[in-house]
């Protein structure tokens, strides 16, 4: 952890007495989500060139976070540097040096304490543990019984206490609890109910004195409200996983920075490290949190990047550029893969992912292809598409499932996909070969309306009884996004190419490529 001497003004405060000694202001600096984005993105959250960030068209990169936080502490005054997980997965970054990388640039920027996020868990334990070795700041994660998994046991804790400017400050770790659907963390980790988890530190925080709490909650922003409800003594939540922007100005913000529910502040600031999170608060004699007031400072042109870090990174990037530099295809417009439009209706990069999955195997006799919306994690610009830009659309390495359902279980994993979007849940699905209609407004479980399969020329309703070819990607058919229906098909081969190399086949053989959108998911 980070330990910093006080200013003298907090000093001659404290020597004072009185008003000034009874109140605590702290700044808290955040990021979620980052998912291996060292280098500056494009508005598009893919990779922003070097010629397009020279011209002020770019956001965040290691560099420019590094600036933000080197100024926000030059302003004095104690202050926390907090992470709500999810620094892995989403570049070449990640896929060529796993958690190496992630690991230097969070400790040179100085973290106090960091929650294990569910892609933490992508590439299994041994990794995390690895990551977790190499932190000079503590890896936070509550909700979870790691007595059987040696080689996290001793590499995680619960929470952990800080001290700042003379005063204790509990943080607290949270990670979802569907990680087993949601990654690979293996059989000897269970994961619990996350308000009885957060409610038992608090307990045991406060007891051993510690009355300012704050709870670094990869859970997401419905969820952390919940939470928030459900709790008491928790001063503020770090938010994440649900790359929320919450914001004071932003039409588009989901909601106010903070967001108060009860007592407890809530924050998040989207996530791939575009913007740096502020939150000031105050805390009374008694630890009780009197104000809360801050903004996400967006990492813009604006912000100078950090000449070190820059040269780092770009140190970093020389065993990446061949294999992301070289031209696959031409787009004629920009592809929609937005988190926003992939897991709540059909979006362009859903249908180009899905359409290239059945056309790769559609001689062998399957009609419909299935992804998850959560799959597909960034959108590409108009014109040159760079292997690099696939990668980062299509990041895990994920190989083509080819299995047969009935109907019936085809019908029951797009209910399945279906029924958390309102959460923004990454099982949305996009789909080939297959056109569905549904209700949003309908209690989950019950969205389905119309189902039609694509038989030749012809839109056929779907069959319950008849069995059904289908192409995903391995982690899908293996239960992944909660998809446990697959587990049973039959005629299963999960071995196929990987989906971004499938991709960019596809692309290239339509070069230039034109998105589009043609109605296969309506809503009634």
């Known amino acids: 952890m980070t330990m910093r001497i006080l200013s003298s003004a907090a000093v001659l405060a404290l020597l004072s007495g009185g008003a000034a000694q009874a109140e605590f202001a702290l700044t808290l600096l955040h990021t979620n989500d980052v998912h291996a984005r060292l280098e500056p993105i494009s508005k598009y959250d893919s990779g922003c060139p070097e010629e397009d960030n020279l011209a002020g068209d770019c956001f965040g990169g290691s560099a420019r976070l590094a600036s933000a936080i080197a100024a926000a502490r030059a302003e004095g005054g104690p202050s926390l540097l907090l992470d709500a997980g999810d620094q892995f997965q989403g570049t070449l970054f990640y896929t060529y040096y796993k958690g190496k990388a992630a690991s230097e640039m969070v400790n040179r920027l100085g973290y106090d304490a960091m929650a294990v996020g ?13 990551f977790a070795a190499r932190l000079t700041m503590p890896l936070l994660m509550a909700n979870a019984d790691l007595s059987a998994e040696p080689q996290l046991k001793d590499r995680i804790r ?92 932003d039409e588009t913000a989901a909601g106010p920075y903070p967001t108060m529910v009860g007592d407890t502040a809530i924050v998040q600031a989207y996530g791939y490290g575009k913007y740096l999170g502020r939150l000031n608060v105050v805390f009374d004699d008694a630890g009780k949190l009197v104000s809360a007031e801050g903004a996400p400072i967006l990492l813009d042109a604006s912000v100078a990047e950090d000449a070190e870090v820059k040269a780092r990174v770009a140190e970093l990037a020389q065993p990446l550029e061949e294999i992301r530099q070289k031209v696959v295809a031409e787009t004629t417009a920009p592809i929609d893969g937005e988190r926003g439009s992939c897991r709540a209706g059909e979006c362009q990069m859903g249908n180009l992912v899905a359409e290239a999955m ?27 598409v760079t292997m690099g830009e696939v990668l980062t659309v299509l990041p895990f390495q994920n190989t083509l499932s080819t299995f047969h359902v009935p109907g019936a279980t085809v019908r029951a994993a797009l209910e399945h996909g279906l029924s958390q ?40 309703p779907l069959d319950p009884e008849k069995s059904y070819g289908l192409v995903s990607n391995n982690y899908v058919r293996n239960g992944g996004d909660g998809y446990a229906m697959f587990l049973d098909a039959r005629e299963v081969y999960d071995f196929g190419p990987d989906l971004a190399d499938v991709t960019a086949d596809y692309l290239a053989a339509r070069a230039p490529y034109t998105p589009r959108l043609d109605g296969r998911i309506a809503t009634e």
Do not use: C, M
């Not at 569910?118 to 690895?130: C, I, R, W």
């Not at 700042?164 to 949270?174: F, H, M, N, S, Y």
């Not at 790769?360 to 292809?369: D, E, F, K, L, T």
């Not at 407004?441 to 189902?451: D, I, N, S």
């Open 118 to 130: 569910n892609h933490e868990f992508d590439d299994g334990p041994e990794v995390l543990a690895e």
């Open 421 to 460: 979007v309102e959460e923004g849940a990454g099982r949305f699905p996009q789909v080939a070969g297959l056109r569905f209609t549904w209700d949003p407004e309908a209690e989950p479980g019950q969205r389905l309306r119309t189902v039609e399969v694509q038989e030749g020329a012809e839109w056929l």
């Open 158 to 249: 619960k929470s952990v206490v800080i001290e700042e400017a003379g005063e204790r400050i509990g943080v607290i770790g949270l990670t979802p609890r569907d990680n087993p659907e949601l990654a690979s963390p293996g059989p000897n980790i269970v994961f619990t109910d996350p308000i009885d988890a957060v409610q038992a530190e608090v307990d045991r925080l406060t007891a051993e004195g510690i009355d300012k709490i704050v709870l670094l909650s990869h859970s997401g922003y419905e969820a952390d409200k919940r939470i928030a409800a459900g709790t008491s003594g928790v001063d503020v939540i770090v938010g994440g996983h649900s790359h929320t922007l919450l914001s004071n100005t």
């Open 358 to 384: 059945l056309d790769r195997v559609r001689s062998q006799g399957i009609q419909i292809a299935l992804q998850n919306g959560g799959g597909v994690r960034a959108s590409i610009d108009e014109g040159p």
